[in-house]
């Protein structure tokens, strides 16, 4: 199937394909606009299925990033890249320094930071081969709080988010006794469970990774359930923090939950389970709004580098999230469609 073709295709400005022989390195980086600056996204790692699962990831991930940054008020354009292998097998030093060259080799249009299954040392690594890196701390940062790490930021945003969706959906500012599900509790979804937790919220929380379960249980005193049983539970909140397109005709049947407000980069499966949610009385937050602090964090890294101006602009998160649902309301739409039209009149003006 061609690029252009491809039913994720979107008007990308560039899509480039890269193999290293050496080290064997299978690559893909896609910029989608840079209408309001470079296009910043993660490098993600993840044993794909097929090279085709590979590009329908980096295309969804790259437009997202587009979307995320007009609604999140950055000058930042949207770009996305993934890398074929396993993190846990596969990874080695000489494929993040041939990923490194293949970021160079687009001279500044993609900037890269760490996304799922690299890490801020994977990003100091290629910043020997690029200068096209996002997320590093120097030691003025560090000093004012700045580890290099965009999961912190990520997590908080998502709570004061979630915060705002249970006020709007359920009437309620305190979060002691709210039940929460939370799908995935990795770097994001661990820290978004601690927010929750020392707010007095009641949490179930499953992953692929069994050691990342057993922490949530230990830290937390999270219920740990069967990956096929999250959709089900009984609760307020369900909180997707792992992979994408699992809301669709046989998950979304199962929730009882009435407020989805989670990290996950495309949660829905296809666009039309926008309104599917939206008929079944749920209220979905626009997993590109909601998840979009590790990019704020990011926009303000640098010598100058401020967490109290950092958290003022991820609380903004909150408010950007209740104009959607308010207008949601009113106009009877569903929540990401209304979303995808406001970011678009930033980015296209």
């Known amino acids: 199937m061609s690029v252009f073709a491809h039913p994720e295709f979107d008007a990308h400005e560039i ?15 896609a910029v989608h606009n840079t209408r309001l600056g470079q296009g910043l996204g993660g490098c993600r790692m ?45 990874k080695t030093p000489a494929m993040i320094e041939a990923m490194g060259r293949f970021v160079d080799k687009l001279g500044g249009q993609y900037v890269v930071a760490e996304d799922s299954g690299t890490n801020v040392d994977d990003i100091h690594r ?44 359920l009437g309620r500012d305190d979060l002691r006794g709210l039940r929460v599900a939370i799908q995935g509790v990795g770097n994001v979804g661990f820290r978004l469970a ?18 990342s379960i057993d922490r949530c249980v230990a830290a937390y005193g999270a219920r740990p359930v069967a990956m096929s ?19 669709h005709d046989r998950t979304i049947p199962l929730l009882q939950a009435r407020v989805i407000a989670g990290a996950a980069n495309n949660q829905l499966a296809e666009p039309r389970h926008d309104h ?64 995808d039209r406001m970011a678009e009149e930033i980015f296209k003006s």
Not at 47 to 54: E, K, L, M
Not at 59 to 80: C, I, V, W
């Open 276 to 339: 599917v949610l939206l008929e079944r009385g749920i209220l979905y937050a626009p997993d590109y709004v909601i998840n979009a602090g590790g990019i704020i964090d990011i926009y303000y890294e640098g010598e100058h580098y401020d967490w109290a101006t950092v958290d003022a602009h991820l609380q903004q998160i909150g408010g950007t999230l209740t104009r959607i649902f308010e207008r949601s309301d009113s106009e009877h739409r569903p929540t990401g469609g209304l979303a």
């Open 46 to 90: 993840f044993p794909y299925a097929s090279d085709d699962d590979a590009l329908t990831d980096v295309l969804r991930l790259s437009r997202g990033m587009t979307y995320k940054a007009a609604l999140a008020g950055l000058k930042q354009g949207g770009g996305k890249s993934v890398i074929i292998g396993d993190p846990r097998t596969a």
């Open 194 to 211: 601690g927010h929750l937790h020392a707010a007095g919220a009641e949490l179930w929380v499953t992953d692929a990774y069994q050691p």
């Open 229 to 247: 049983e999250i959709y089900g539970l009984d609760v307020d909140v369900f909180a997707p923090c792992a992979l994408g397109a699992i809301l």
């Open 126 to 169: 290629m910043a020997d081969f690029t200068r096209h890196v996002g997320g590093l701390a120097d030691e003025k940062a560090t000093a004012a709080g700045r580890t290099g790490d965009p999961s912190p930021a990520t997590a908080l945003g998502v709570f004061y988010g979630l915060r705002a969706a249970v006020r709007h959906k």
């Open 15 to 29: 899509v480039a394909f890269h193999h290293d022989r050496d080290s064997g390195l299978k690559a893909i980086i």
